[in-house]
C-alpha cells in the first residue's frame, strides 16, 4: 500500500491560485485538520490549524474528530498519528520525508536486541517505525522521557532506543543505567562545538539552548536542554535576549514569532558549507505539495493491521502516563 504513486506531489498548480485560501476551503469541504512540526517551514506553520513538538502532534492527533489529519512531519509522525486513528486517513506531503534516526533502527535487528535481553522494560523514541513501537513497552518523546523512566522503580532493568545521545542524556540525569540502541539524528549530530564555542565568546550574554539528541559535549556547555516545545518555552520566559539555538533551525520561526524582541542564533552544523542544522526530510515538504495532498488525498499512511494493534499500546500508554503527569 505504501508503494503509491507520487507523481502527483509536483503536478503544477492551477495558475494565480491562492494556496491559503485554497487550503482554507479544502479542509473545510473535506472535514480535514492540518498538524504541523516546529521544524516545517515557516508558511506551513502558519497555515496549520496546530504546530506542535512530537508529543503534542500525537495528543492532537489522539483527541481530534476529523476525517483526514494531514501531518506536515516526517513519517514516523504520520504513522504515530495513523496507529492512534486507525479509522481516519492520515496523509503527509512528501512521502519520502523520513528520519534518519528511525533509518539507524531497523525492526528486525531491534527485536532481535530485545529478544537478547529477556525482563528488560523497552523503552522506544517516537522516532522509530510502528514495527519498533510494536516491540516496545513504553514510547516515549524528549519533553517526557525522563518522567516516563522515572515512573519505573530505579532497579528496573531497561532498553531503550534508538537515540545514543538522548540515551546517554536520560542515564545521566537521572543516574539509570539503561541499555542503548547506538542510533542518532544526522542533523542534530552535525552541530560542531568549536562553533558553539566561538558563538558564545561572540555573544557572552547569551543562552546555549540545546535538544538532547545532541552529542555530550554540547549538552555540557549548554544553559538548558530540552524539547522542542520546552526549549520554546524557555525562551518565552527567560529574562534573557539572545539565545544560541542548539537544534533545527525550523523552531526559531515560532520563537521569533513569540518573541519579536529577543535574538535567536541558529548553531552552525561542522561543515557550515551546507545546511545541516535543516533537516532535509522536514524540508521536503512544501505549500505547493500540502495543496496537491490535501486535493488529491494522497500520499497516506498505511500501517499493517497486526502492527498497528501492537504498536498502539506503548503509545497510549505514553499518553496516559503524560496526562497524569501533566506534560
Ligand atoms: P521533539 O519534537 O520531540 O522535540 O523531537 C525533535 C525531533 O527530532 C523530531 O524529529
Ligand atoms: Fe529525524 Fe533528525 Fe530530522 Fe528529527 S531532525 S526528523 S530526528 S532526521
Known amino acids: 500500500m505504501e508503494n503509491q504513486s507520487i507523481g502527483y506531489m509536483?503536478?503544477?498548480l492551477p495558475a494565480g491560485i491562492d494556496l491559503r485560501e485554497e487550503l482554507n476551503k479544502l479542509r473545510k469541504e473535506k472535514n480535514a485538520i492540518i498538524l504541523a512540526h516546529y521544524y516545517q517551514t515557516g508558511d506551513i506553520q502558519d497555515i496549520a490549524d496546530f504546530v506542535g513538538d512530537s508529543l503534542a502532534l500525537a495528543q492532537w492527533a489522539a483527541k481530534t474528530?476529523?476525517?483526514?489529519?494531514?501531518?506536515?512531519?516526517?513519517h514516523f509522525m504520520g504513522e504515530t498519528a495513523k496507529i492512534l486513528c486507525p479509522d481516519k486517513k492520515v496523509l503527509v506531503p512528501d512521502l519520502n520525508a523520513g528520519c534518519s534516526l528511525a533509518d539507524s533502527c531497523p525492526a528486525v535487528d531491534f527485536e532481535a536486541f530485545v529478544k537478547e535481553h529477556p525482563g528488560y522494560v523497552v523503552i522506544?523514541?517516537?522516532?522509530?517505525?510502528a514495527a519498533v513501537k510494536a516491540v516496545t513497552d513504553v514510547v516515549v518523546t524528549s519533553t517526557n522521557a525522563r518522567q516516563i523512566v522515572e515512573s519505573f522503580p530505579p532497579e528496573t532493568k531497561m532498553i531503550f532506543g534508538p537515540d545514543r545521545n538522548l540515551g546517554n542524556y536520560i542515564n545521566s540525569i537521572t543516574g539509570r543505567n539503561i541499555l542503548l540502541w547506538n542510533g542518532a539524528c544526522h542533523v542534530h549530530e552535525q552541530f560542531s562545538l568549536e562553533k558553539i564555542l566561538e558563538l558564545k565568546a561572540k555573544y557572552p550574554e547569551a543562552d546555549v539552548i540545546t535538544h538532547p539528541e545532541c552529542?555530550?559535549?554540547i549538552i555540557q556547555v549548554s544553559d538548558f536542554v530540552g524539547s522542542t516545545a520546552a526549549l520554546l518555552k524557555y525562551t518565552i520566559q527567560s529574562d534573557k535576549k539572545q539565545f544560541i539555538v542548539a537544534t533545527e533551525s525550523g523552531v526559531i520561526y515560532e520563537m521569533q514569532k513569540k518573541s519579536p524582541d529577543k535574538e535567536f542564533i541558529p548553531t552552525p552544523p561542522n561543515d557550515s558549507t551546507c545546511a545541516c542544522n535543516?533537516?532535509?526530510f522536514m524540508r521536503l515538504n512544501t505549500m505547493e505539495k500540502l495543496y496537491n495532498c490535501l486535493k488529491f488525498e494522497m500520499p497516506e499512511i498505511y500501517v499493517d493491521d497486526a502492527v498497528?494493534?501492537?504498536?498502539?499500546?506503548?503509545?497510549?500508554?505514553?499518553l496516559e502516563i503524560s496526562e497524569q503527569l501533566g506534560l
Open 10 to 12: 509536483n503536478v503544477p
Open 124 to 129: 522506544s523514541y517516537v522516532n522509530t517505525t
Open 215 to 217: 552529542k555530550q559535549p
Open 65 to 74: 474528530t476529523v476525517d483526514i489529519i494531514v501531518l506536515c512531519g516526517v
Open 308 to 318: 498497528q494493534q501492537k504498536a498502539i499500546r506503548p503509545i497510549k500508554k505514553m
Open 278 to 280: 535543516e533537516c532535509s
